[in-house]
């Protein structure tokens, strides 16, 4: 089983920064895609960027130019630097991973149980 856990949440300013992190952990085998994704209230969960074990990106059009996905191989995490932030950014943001257990046959999907964003005006 693979357990992922986000970190750096928080209340800030608009035009603020945050840095959230999402550590997986357990009998890890590999790990390929890792994303964030975000709930406003109300909403529907929606794609905010994707990062390949190679270090590829993907950008939802909103926060293109204004986040940044990273990742640690080495330490099993997933970044996200938020930088120019916005209310509308307001939402739990929830960090999913492909992954693969040292006794799983092949890749399963999992999610983190969200950190809370809130940037106020």
């Known amino acids: 089983q693979v357990q992922l856990v986000e970190s750096g949440g928080g209340l800030v300013q608009a035009g603020g920064s945050l840095r959230l992190s999402c550590a997986a952990s357990g009998s890890i085998f590999s790990i390929r895609d890792m994303a964030w994704y975000r709930q406003a209230q109300g909403k529907q969960r929606e794609l905010v960027a994707t990062i390949t074990a190679g270090g590829s990106t993907n950008y939802a059009d909103s926060v293109k130019g204004r986040f940044t996905i990273s990742r640690d191989n080495a330490k099993n995490t997933v970044y996200l630097r938020m930088n120019s932030l916005k209310p509308e950014d307001t939402a739990v943001y929830y960090c999913?991973?492909?992954?693969?257990?040292?006794?799983?046959?092949?890749?399963?999907?999992?999610w983190g149980q969200g950190t809370q964003v809130t940037v106020s005006s």
């Open positions: 999913n991973a492909w992954a693969r257990g040292l006794s799983d046959g092949r890749d399963n999907n999992y």
